[in-house]
């Protein structure tokens, strides 16, 4: 779609996702606004299920439709489509490569301190169950943070029994984008394997898996991509899938389903990354209403203006509020994506964004347990300038009252 300047696109856009309308959307990277077409494919598919049945031919749609959207998502990250495999979760993603390498007793897995809990749970699993080890690497955030030093702290805890290291591309803890790029460069000159939790990297950065160099990449579909729930999609490069085994085995992880000697121990997977799709009957509403999202990203607002805007609005809410008083800001300035983290001398996080909320601010509190534990707000594309300048008022009024 066409349109005559920004302000145009902006206000054509906002009212394809009423949600937008009705409060200061602040809160992305929780659940993006599902916009119209895509509440219309899924109010539509569900009510033809619910009219007409359903019946045995819907399973080859269903794998044509899944074919499609793997095609939709390898465009907007930069894969090939048989590198993307339809997932339920950034979480099932995560889980699909942690439970499939052939894990030794003593191999090392390197993640961070601000991982998220789909991480850190998994590992704790693995550990437990397999015998690796699991080291923690400090991220400092605000003013401390030092890409150099980080990246030295990265490399000085690499040893010959390190096979992994796990990272967010962009972390929802303190809001910072990790140096992708340069932690592959230098992980894959000591031939470890780098996974990204890319829950909120996709859609919120420019993200192309083959400039990146990534192995795995973890995609949530609710988020930046303005999915339904119950949806997200794993990457993962050519030449690591034959260091994968899937863990759950369906009709849909086979090659040739209705072929299959039944008398046999032994199977074909299906070809390349559709061997980890688990789904024998993903629930077609929502798989047709992500693909929608994503055609809507794609051919009506355009990926690269989203995310240039993303963030551009970030760093203008540092703009408007690094100099409040008793604010401290957790992002480390340079590093911003679609967030800005801070905190308040005095206000516990919480109570603060309880009172945000009630003036229609969708913020929210990063959990107690993921330290420095500040408040996020996420600045997705449909936001304005003037929203932004109207919570950096009411937030001065709140805590100068």
């Not at 015998?131 to 605000?142: A, C, E, L, N």
């Not at 929802?172 to 829950?199: Q, R, S, W, Y």
């Not at 355009?302 to 809410?317: C, E, F, H, P, Q």
Request: net charge neutral; charged share 25%.
């Amino acid at each position: 779609m066409k349109y005559k300047n920004d302000n145009e696109k902006l206000k054509i856009i906002r009212e394809q996702m009423p949600a937008t309308l009705k409060v200061h959307y602040l809160n992305n990277g929780t659940n993006g606004p599902l916009p119209k077409v895509t509440a219309d494919a899924i109010q539509k598919e569900a009510e033809k299920e619910f009219l007409e049945g359903r019946y045995l031919p819907f399973i080859s749609e269903l794998y044509e439709n899944m074919d499609i959207t793997r095609k939709l998502l390898a465009e907007i990250v930069g894969a090939s489509y048989e590198e993307i495999a339809l997932t339920q979760s950034t979480t099932e993603a995560l889980n699909i490569v942690l439970w499939g390498i052939n894990w030794q007793s003593g191999d090392e897995v390197i993640t961070t301190n601000i991982d998220h809990t789909s991480v850190i749970a998994p590992l704790a699993q693995v550990k437990a169950r397999r015998g690796i080890t699991v080291k923690y690497v400090s991220v400092k955030y605000g003013e401390e943070y030092n890409e150099d030093k980080f990246l030295l702290n990265v490399k000085k805890m690499i040893t010959p029994r390190t096979r992994m290291l796990v990272v967010p591309h962009v972390s929802f803890a303190t809001g910072m984008t990790f140096p992708i790029k340069k932690l592959v460069d230098m992980c894959h000159e000591h031939n470890v394997m780098v996974m990204v939790d890319g829950a909120q990297g996709a859609g919120a950065v420019s993200t192309n898996m083959h400039e990146l160099g990534v192995d795995f990449y973890a995609i949530a579909g609710r988020k930046w991509l303005l999915g339904p729930e119950g949806i997200g999609a794993l990457y993962i490069a050519k030449d690591r899938i034959s260091e994968v085994d899937p863990t759950f085995i369906s009709p849909c992880t086979i090659k040739n389903r209705h072929d299959i000697d039944i008398n046999s121990p032994y199977i074909i997977p299906a070809p390349f990354a559709a061997r980890y799709q688990i789904a024998t009957a993903m629930y077609t509403p929502t798989l047709l209403g992500f693909q929608k999202s994503l055609e809507y990203l794609i051919n009506d607002v355009g990926v690269d203006w989203a995310t240039n805007r993303i963030a551009k609005l970030s760093k203008y809410v540092r703009e408007l509020i690094c100099d409040l008083p008793g604010v401290e800001i957790i992002t480390p300035a340079g590093t911003e994506a679609g967030f800005m983290h801070f905190k308040v001398k005095g206000w516990e996080p919480s109570e603060l964004c309880k009172i945000l909320n009630e003036k229609k601010f969708m913020v929210r509190p990063v959990p107690k347990q993921h330290l420095p534990a500040p408040i996020r707000i996420s600045t997705g594309f449909y936001v304005t300038e003037e929203e932004l300048r109207l919570f950096a008022d009411a937030l001065k009024e709140i805590i100068t009252k």
